[in-house]
């Protein structure tokens, strides 16, 4: 069974900056696409980061010029660049297989922005 950990989450100030890292376990890691999803308090979990196994970026609007989404096949890692954070960038971080993920989702990592 695939497992997932994120980490690098914390509270930073609005404008401010922080770099999300997803280990994966298993080997087909380098052939999948990977996602970045986030829940932000009372809301559905969305969408906002994925990259194919080519390296191919997409993003959702209300991150997209401030997010950049990274893997490192041989560490089976995944990584969410953040910059210029915003109060509303607040929630629960995961990362998962896109575009269909997997019914197993690691615990998260909270990103607090502050105003």
């Known amino acids: 069974q695939v497992q997932l950990v994120e980490s690098g989450g914390g509270l930073v100030q609005a404008g401010g900056s922080l770099r999300l890292s997803c280990a994966a376990s298993?080997?087909?890691?380098?052939?999948?696409?990977m996602g970045w999803y986030r829940q932000a308090p009372g809301k559905q979990r969305e969408l906002v980061a994925g990259?194919?196994?080519?390296?191919?970026?997409k993003y959702a609007d209300s991150v997209k010029d401030r997010f950049t989404i990274s893997r490192d096949d041989a560490k089976n890692t995944v990584y969410l660049q953040m910059n210029s954070l915003k109060p509303e960038d607040t929630g629960v971080y995961y990362c998962?297989?896109?575009?269909?993920?997997?019914?197993?989702w690691g615990q998260g990592t909270q990103v607090t922005v502050s105003s």
């Open positions: 990259i194919t196994r080519s390296s191919g970026t």
């Open positions: 298993g080997s087909i890691f380098g052939i999948i696409s």
């Open positions: 998962n297989k896109v575009p269909t993920p997997y019914d197993y």
